[in-house]
C-alpha cells in the first residue's frame, strides 16, 4: 500500500495535478474504504464508479472484519508460545534492540502490562524490556560446603 500511495505522489508530481485528487481516488477503488467504514457511506470521488446502494451493509462490513480479527488472533495463538513469568531479582540477559546483543542484567520488577519488566543492567542502567527481550541465565551452582575425600 505505501509503495502505491509513493507512485501515485510521483506520477502527480511529474504531471502536475492534484496529489488529494489522486489520493481520494485510490482510497475509492478499495472496496469498502476506510472511509466508508468510518463515516457509514459511500464517498464521493472523481472516478466514474458504479452506483451503489445508499445504505451500505455495515453490519456485514464489521462482522466480517470481527471474523478475520478471530482468525488472526487463533493463528497468533496458536503459532506463539507463552514465556515464564520471570521472578523478581532473578538474574537474565537482555537483548539491545538495536545491535541484538545480549548482555546480564537482573529484574527489578514486574510492570503492570502484560510481559513487561524493569531490569537493572550491569552497568546500572535500569531499562524497560519485554518478555520477548529477556532470557534467563542459569546460575552457576556453588560449590558446596560438604568436604572431599582425596585419593592418594
Avoid: F
Avoid at 7 to 18: A, F, G, H, V
Avoid at 121 to 138: A, F, K, V, Y
Amino acid at each position: 500500500m505505501v509503495q502505491t500511495i509513493k507512485t501515485t505522489l510521483k506520477k502527480c508530481k511529474s504531471s502536475k495535478c492534484d496529489p488529494q485528487l489522486a489520493l481520494l481516488a485510490l482510497l475509492d477503488t478499495y472496496l469498502p474504504s476506510p472511509a466508508e467504514i468510518i463515516l457509514g457511506r459511500k464517498i464521493q470521488g472523481t472516478l466514474p464508479s458504479r452506483i451503489r446502494d445508499t445504505n451500505p451493509k455495515s453490519a456485514d462490513i464489521k462482522q466480517r472484519l470481527i471474523d478475520r480479527q478471530h482468525t488472526q488472533k487463533h493463528y497468533y495463538e496458536t503459532h506463539t508460545k507463552e514465556l515464564p513469568v520471570l521472578q523478581v531479582n532473578s538474574r537474565v540477559t537482555v537483548q539491545d534492540t538495536t545491535t541484538g546483543r545480549w548482555s546480564p542484567a537482573k529484574v527489578i520488577n514486574h510492570c503492570g502490562d502484560p510481559r513487561s519488566y524493569i531490569v537493572q543492567t550491569d552497568s546500572g542502567q535500569i531499562l524497560r524490556r519485554n518478555r520477548l527481550h529477556l532470557r534467563e541465565t542459569q546460575v552457576p551452582k556453588e560449590m558446596t560446603a560438604s568436604p572431599r575425600s582425596s585419593r592418594g
